[in-house]
């Protein structure tokens, strides 16, 4: 065993996840040492992070080995982590997902997880993860992989069906919820013990104590007739700096009696009669569409932070609440860690079905990842997940074996298309598979 790890960055050409990464990395003394290799087509992008890399290095006095590649030979030969932060077709490909089910009377709101847009993005992206998968047990068959690309639940899943690899899928969507409780509750993360259970970006806070004491029962006290989004009247802003307000949270939590995830923005994608079929529920909910041009902006901007960071204009972030340095951690100097994972059902969410990638609590350590059981869910919440994780695994078979009609059968049973007729749906998932072809090798 070498005394540093090798890291590698798929997608390291990355402005919004490889720059705060390697700060986490490099802010954490244990890792001291590790080699990362940014590995990307662009070649360019790659060297200005790696660039910015080096700088944050000298800012905080540290020593890493960094390159960037092209090659995934040269990247993947005896990595220990590969880290996955990628988007096949980007954001050229992402503005079908948008365009074309507005037309539809589907008002996305992100688009990259659920819905025909995270659909669309599900089928071009599996591939390219059936390849890096294929790539990473050929040269590096014992590394760990952490995906942090969307659809996350589709494509943790991918790795996971076609490998032997220790795979997970992270997000910091839990850490929002954390957040909103310690801000309402005026207490600290570690005061809170929280049992949660769903799929990524659709979770449910099934239970949660405060310091001990049980938590629903405070909240409701704390709030005294106020809705979430009047205690939390300004707004959230997660991690990657998007906006969300909580009328949907509350009026969810109201009347189902659990706390959802706190992202409107994300939640309505799951939901019939939020984003379908006009305009007025958005604005009814003050949900925010984020468009492909304002994500142009947001990724001429983190470039912008990027330059920055290389130039010492900008200094170096904080430590994030991401974990992918922790889990590295836990692998490399045998320290267990608990946090959120997502991973195949195998019965840690028990009325789920098995096989999809649910969203709980998990351990990593030496011997991999093992998910934390959670029990059932609600029967009433039940209803409302399964069928988003039978349309995961409809999906991925589509995916892995190129079959068209799996695929708009999938597409038939997603709750933002409950509006439309069999017809019109297999119209829309036809469109959009036109549009995006050039990514969609296996239906040819």
């Given at each position: 065993?070498?005394?540093?790890?090798?890291?590698?960055?798929?997608?390291?050409?990355?402005?919004?996840?490889?720059?705060?990464?390697?700060?986490?990395?490099?802010?954490?003394?244990?890792?001291?040492?590790?080699?990362?290799?940014?590995?990307?087509?662009?070649?360019?992008?790659?060297?200005?992070?790696?660039?910015?890399?080096?700088?944050?290095?000298?800012?905080?006095?540290?020593?890493?080995?960094?390159?960037?590649?092209?090659?995934?030979?040269?990247?993947?030969?005896?990595?220990?982590?590969?880290?996955?932060?990628?988007s096949?077709?980007?954001?050229?490909?992402?503005?079908?997902?948008?365009?074309?089910?507005?037309?539809?009377?589907?008002?996305?709101?992100?688009?990259?997880?659920?819905?025909?847009?995270?659909?669309?993005?599900?089928?071009?992206n599996?591939?390219?993860?059936?390849?890096?998968?294929?790539?990473?047990?050929?040269?590096?068959?014992?590394?760990?992989?952490?995906?942090?690309?969307?659809?996350?639940?589709?494509?943790?899943?991918?790795?996971?069906?076609?490998?032997?690899?220790?795979?997970?899928?992270?997000?910091?969507?839990?850490?929002?919820?954390?957040?909103?409780?310690?801000?309402?509750?005026?207490?600290?993360?570690?005061?809170?013990?929280?049992r949660?259970?769903?799929?990524?970006?659709?979770?449910?806070?099934?239970?949660?104590?405060?310091?001990?004491?049980?938590?629903?029962?405070?909240?409701?006290?704390?709030?005294a007739?106020?809705?979430?989004?009047?205690?939390?009247?300004?707004?959230?802003?997660?991690?990657?700096?998007?906006h969300?307000?909580?009328k949907?949270?509350?009026?969810?939590?109201?009347?189902?009696?659990?706390?959802?995830?706190?992202?409107?923005?994300?939640?309505?994608?799951?939901?019939?009669?939020?984003?379908?079929?006009?305009?007025?529920?958005?604005?009814?909910?003050?949900?925010?569409?984020?468009?492909?041009?304002?994500?142009?902006?947001?990724?001429d901007?983190?470039?912008?932070?990027?330059?920055?960071?290389?130039?010492?204009?900008?200094?170096?972030?904080?430590?994030?609440?991401?974990?992918?340095?922790?889990?590295?951690?836990?692998?490399?100097?045998?320290?267990?860690?608990?946090?959120?994972?997502?991973?195949?059902?195998?019965?840690?969410?028990?009325?789920?079905?098995?096989?999809?990638?649910?969203?709980?609590?998990?351990?990593?350590?030496?011997?991999?990842?093992?998910?934390?059981?959670?029990?059932?869910?609600?029967?009433?919440?039940?209803?409302?997940?399964?069928?988003?994780?039978?349309?995961?695994l409809?999906?991925?078979?589509?995916?892995?074996?190129?079959?068209?009609?799996?695929?708009?059968?999938?597409?038939?049973?997603?709750?933002?298309?409950?509006?439309?007729?069999?017809?019109?749906?297999r119209?829309?998932?036809?469109?959009?598979?036109?549009?995006?072809?050039?990514?969609?090798?296996?239906?040819?």
């Amino acid at each position: 065993m070498r005394c540093n790890p090798k890291i590698v960055m798929v997608g390291g050409g990355s402005y919004n996840w490889c720059p705060r990464l390697l700060s986490d990395l490099m802010r954490t003394p244990e890792m001291e040492g590790a080699e990362v290799v940014l590995l990307d087509p662009n070649a360019q992008a790659a060297e200005e992070v790696r660039a910015a890399g080096e700088a944050i290095a000298r800012a905080l006095n540290k020593e890493y080995r960094l390159w960037a590649t092209k090659s995934e030979a040269e990247a993947f030969q005896g990595a220990d982590f590969v880290l996955i932060t990628i988007s096949t077709g980007g954001l050229e490909a992402m503005a079908h997902d948008l365009a074309i089910p507005e037309r539809y009377g589907i008002f996305h709101t992100v688009g990259d997880t659920a819905g025909p847009g995270g659909w669309s993005r599900a089928l071009r992206n599996v591939p390219v993860f059936v390849h890096l998968a294929q790539q990473i047990e050929r040269y590096a068959p014992r590394a760990v992989v952490l995906n942090y690309t969307n659809p996350l639940a589709v494509l943790t899943g991918t790795i996971a069906h076609v490998s032997a690899l220790r795979v997970v899928g992270l997000c910091h969507g839990v850490f929002e919820n954390y957040q909103v409780l310690q801000k309402l509750l005026s207490v600290e993360e570690k005061d809170l013990a929280v049992r949660f259970g769903g799929v990524n970006h659709f979770f449910w806070i099934l239970d949660f104590t405060v310091k001990g004491q049980p938590g629903y029962p405070l909240l409701r006290e704390k709030l005294a007739g106020k809705t979430l989004d009047e205690a939390l009247y300004e707004g959230t802003i997660d991690e990657m700096g998007f906006h969300s307000h909580h009328k949907l949270c509350d009026e969810l939590f109201s009347e189902y009696g659990y706390l959802p995830y706190v992202g409107d923005r994300h939640t309505c994608e799951f939901l019939p009669g939020y984003i379908t079929p006009s305009l007025s529920s958005l604005e009814r909910y003050k949900l925010v569409r984020t468009s492909v041009q304002e994500r142009y902006g947001y990724r001429d901007k983190a470039r912008q932070w990027t330059l920055d960071l290389l130039s010492g204009k900008a200094t170096p972030p904080a430590r994030s609440r991401e974990t992918a340095v922790d889990i590295m951690m836990a692998f490399w100097h045998g320290r267990p860690f608990v946090d959120v994972v997502n991973l195949p059902n195998v019965g840690q969410s028990d009325n789920l079905p098995r096989g999809a990638v649910v969203e709980t609590l998990g351990i990593a350590d030496g011997l991999g990842f093992r998910a934390i059981s959670t029990g059932s869910l609600p029967p009433v919440l039940q209803q409302l997940v399964a069928p988003h994780c039978q349309e995961q695994l409809m999906v991925l078979e589509a995916a892995l074996k190129g079959d068209r009609k799996l695929a708009l059968e999938a597409l038939m049973i997603d709750p933002l298309c409950a509006h439309l007729s069999p017809r019109q749906v297999r119209e829309m998932g036809l469109e959009l598979m036109a549009a995006t072809k050039e990514w969609l090798p296996q239906f040819r």
